[in-house]
């Protein structure tokens, strides 16, 4: 879990879940390694490990695969790309990402 005065904010059992936001994005970045292309399949993959087993107080708020130097939406995973995902912990707001 990052440093940040957002999680001072955080109970006990929320900031022990909250790395499963990174864990997700890291899941899916690995499909890089297997010469993925597709960005559904990246936020399928990230969205999974978001979502399975989370608490009742977390919600997605934002999961996106933009390209590094635009951030526009890409059709395909071929240029340096960010996946990026905010959620919600009860009020608390998390935002991380990752490079593809």
């Not at 879990?1 to 955080?10: D, G, K, W």
């Not at 960005?39 to 978001?50: D, F, N, S």
């Not at 989370?54 to 240029?79: C, E, H, I, N, T």
């Amino acid at each position: 879990l990052a440093l940040s005065s957002r999680n001072a904010n955080l109970g006990p059992a929320q900031r022990a879940d909250a790395p499963r936001i990174r864990r997700a994005l890291l899941a899916a970045q690995a499909l890089k390694t297997c010469g993925e292309e597709r960005p559904e399949e990246y936020l399928r993959t990230a969205r999974h490990h978001l979502e399975d087993g989370a608490p009742a107080d977390f919600r997605v708020d934002y999961l996106q695969l933009v390209d590094a130097g635009s951030l526009q939406p890409v059709a395909k995973v071929a240029a340096p790309a960010l996946l990026a995902a905010a959620a919600f912990y009860g009020e608390v707001r998390l935002i991380d990402n990752v490079e593809l």
